[in-house]
Every structure is written in structure tokens, then in C-alpha cells.
């Protein structure tokens, strides 16, 4: 029954669709980048590669979740491809949490009912694998300068990771998100944080520009700049499902600007770990420092880029700041950022564990405009991301918010 709803969405694929400008961020950010957007027939062939994987999985048989028809998907061939516009989310906001589209086109709504018996740890959950605070070459604290269009506040006190550590936990499990698998360079960034779930930022997934989710993207963990040995953790992996929060998708609330990337199960992933995450009030997490691991557009300036160029160059960045403020449920901060650093893990250490708070989200704006903001994750997030593991769980290795 399921590979037949995959498939009946795909036929309507093949026979539909309106030409549009493609709008999303990352044309404007990687056009000059080498990289050979998928024709269609690759889209395509791609397409029915992922529903095959999705045959078995049916959400709207989880508590609380509901069918939603199809979805809009943006795609790299300068098309809005509309297998069929979703109805209408009927429940008030208010009892909705997300909205989770899988890869053959199938939406669902998540409703409270998905979680409401889940108790979140108020610490958060843990990392699997735990480490010393210094992580060598960050920055202690960022001078305040002139701001550039870039959000690189002052002078540039980004480090890059070291060449051998893109193997080695965490730097593995921080991926840039690649619109077709040998993509030199990405569009935004995301972190694991199971086996099978990244966190990134909700513009990430779907553009409010295009009104569309991301379609058939790759996450490419511990991502090495732009050579033959880019992929030094193997092969990209196929992103299957998107989730992403109502407020975001429905009313552009940049409170609620958080995402979350369902990859398919494969080993090589499981091996890599993640993450732990939390969930605090802002003023909670006010005044204390956050890390960012990161990967800014390819073509941008990075002051401690390993290429001659001194352009970022696709490697991996990080930085440390303090939270100097909030704004809603942004936090405020001056890590060095650039396009595509959008959905960079933003977390601080708990007892020696690795704790994400939220994704980075926003350069200058909104709110303060000498400040780059990430987005903390409400209790409803972190809940939505366990019923995530419950629900796509991987056969190779486990994870449970309890």
C-alpha cells in the first residue's frame, strides 16, 4: 500500500508542474561553485530511488500524526515542481507542532498528541561520546569591530578544523547539505543528533521564498573542502524526510526557524555518533558562551581558510562567542558567520557532553543589528526530534531520549 502512494505521487510528478525561478538561497550563494545541478531525469530517477526506501514507512499510523496530501518541492533545475498542493492544515496552530514531508512527496501534520507523553530530561540527552572542553584554536572571545554584509563581526577569529579531524567525533558528525551527491559545496549546514536525525535550520528545508521544501538533498558528514578527498566519511547520505516546525513553515516565525533532516539508515552513519541536545530558556542560556561549528559558503573570505585563495573553500570552521542577549527566542551572539553557515550546531559543553541548543540561523537581523542570532529549541522541538528516533529508528544503533 505505502510503495503505491510513493509511486502515485511520483507519476503526478512526471505529469505536472509549473516552471518557476528555483528562489532558493543556495543559486545566489554557490552559482559559481563548479558544480552540475541534477537534470531531471536524474531528479527523477532519484525520486523513485527514495520512495523505494519509504515503502514500508506510513506515519499517519504513529499517535498523532495525520495525513496532509503532497508537497511542494523546490528543485536545482529552475523549476517549482507542485505534485500537488497539500489541503489546508486544519487544526489550529496551536495543536500543531510539524509539518514532515518525505522524500516521494507524501506531507503529514504533527500534532501535540505525537509527544505529550514524552519527558524531556531538563539537563537535555547525551552525546554519544564525551570530550574535553578545549578543542584547540578557538577563540575566546570576539573584539567588537565594523560589521560587514557578511556577519563577520571585527576581524575574522574563526578556526578551521584540522585536516585529520574530519574523521574524528565531533567534527564528523557536522555535515553541509548538498543539493546533488558530488556537490563540491553546500548550502546550509546540520548536525547529527541520532543515527538517523540532523538538526539544521528551518529555511534549511523549506524557503519561505518558493513556499517549497528542499528537494532529494545529500548530507555530507565531515565535509573537507572542495577536492577528490571532500568525502572523507564516505559518500553522502540521501536525506529521506524533512521536518520542520508549523510556526516556521506556516508563518514565517523566526522564533521557530528550526528543521531537522530524516536520513536513510545506513551504517556508515550510525558509526559516526552525534550529538546531545537541550532545551532552555533564553534566559537561561544568556550570558554564557556558545560554539559553533560550521560551514560557510565556499566562495566567502575565512581568515584561517588551508586554501591559498583564502576563500572558505567548502572546510569546516568553528567559533566561540557569549550569548549577549535575546531576542524572542533568538540568541544573539558574534561567532563569525557567512550564507551557508545557517544551520551550524550552536552548543555549549554539560559535564564534559556536548549539548546543542539550537541551530544558527541569522546574521544581522532581526533584532539587534551588531549581533548573529541562532535559534534556542523549545521544549516542543526537542520533544518532536525524540518522537523522530522513536519513529525512524536505525536498525544499527540505537537512541531514545529516556
Request: net charge negative; proline share 6%.
Amino acid at each position: 500500500m505505502q510503495m503505491r502512494h510513493g509511486l502515485a505521487a511520483l507519476v503526478a510528478l512526471l505529469v505536472t508542474g509549473a516552471v518557476a525561478s528555483l528562489g532558493l538561497d543556495v543559486r545566489d550563494v554557490f552559482a559559481s561553485a563548479g558544480d552540475r545541478p541534477p537534470t531531471r531525469r536524474e531528479q527523477l530517477a532519484e525520486q523513485a530511488r527514495r520512495a523505494a526506501m519509504l515503502a514500508d514507512v506510513d506515519p499517519a499510523r504513529w499517535e498523532g500524526w495525520e495525513a496532509d496530501g503532497t508537497a511542494a518541492f523546490a528543485t536545482p533545475s529552475d523549476r517549482l515542481d507542485r505534485i500537488r498542493d497539500g489541503t489546508p492544515l486544519a487544526l489550529p496552530d496551536d495543536l500543531l507542532e510539524g509539518v514532515l514531508v518525505l522524500a516521494d512527496g507524501r506531507r503529514y501534520r504533527q500534532t501535540r498528541r505525537a509527544f505529550e507523553s514524552i519527558v524531556f530530561p531538563p539537563d537535555g540527552v547525551p552525546a554519544s561520546e564525551r570530550g574535553g572542553e578545549d578543542e584547540g584554536g578557538l577563540a575566546s572571545g570576539l573584539a567588537n569591530g565594523d560589521v560587514t554584509i557578511d556577519a563577520v563581526i571585527g576581524a575574522d577569529n574563526r578556526t578551521t578544523v584540522a585536516y585529520g579531524n574530519y574523521t574524528q567525533f565531533p567534527w564528523r558528525t557536522v555535515g553541509t547539505i548538498l543539493v546533488a551527491q558530488t556537490d563540491k559545496a553546500g548550502f546550509c549546514t546540520a548536525a547529527l543528533i541520532s543515527p538517523r536525525v540532523a538538526v539544521t535550520a528551518g529555511h534549511c528545508v523549506y524557503s519561505q521564498k518558493t513556499k517549497a521544501w528542499s528537494w532529494n538533498t545529500w548530507f555530507s558528514p565531515g565535509h573537507r573542502g572542495r577536492g577528490s578527498d571532500r568525502f572523507p566519511n564516505g559518500n553522502p547520505r540521501p536525506v529521506v524526510g524533512l521536518l520542520s516546525n508549523t510556526a516556521w513553515v506556516n508563518n514565517a516565525d523566526v522564533d521557530h526557524d528550526v528543521g531537522f533532516l530524516v536520513l536513510a539508515d545506513q551504517p556508515q552513519t550510525a558509526a559516526l555518533g552525534y550529538f546531545g541536545f537541550m532545551c532552555k530558556d533564553t534566559d537561561d542560556l544568556e550570558g554564557g558562551d556558545i560554539r559553533i561549528l560550521q560551514y560557510p559558503g565556499w566562495q566567502y573570505s575565512c581568515a584561517a581558510s588551508p586554501d591559498p585563495s583564502g576563500q572558505c573553500f567548502a572546510f569546516q570552521y568553528r567559533g566561540q562567542s557569549t550569548i549577549n542577549d535575546d531576542c524572542g527566542n533568538l540568541l544573539e551572539h558574534q561567532v563569525d558567520t557567512n550564507p551557508g553557515s545557517s544551520g551550524s550546531p550552536s552548543y555549549r559543553f554539560v559535564n564534559g557532553d556536548r549539548r546543542i541548543f539550537g541551530p544558527h540561523a541569522y546574521g544581522l537581523s532581526p533584532c539587534d543589528s551588531d549581533d548573529n542570532k541562532a535559534v534556542a529549541m523549545t521544549s516542543a522541538k526537542c520533544k518532536a526530534a525524540c518522537n523522530l528516533f522513536a519513529n525512524f529508528p536505525s536498525q544499527y544503533a540505537s537512541r531514545s531520549c529516556n
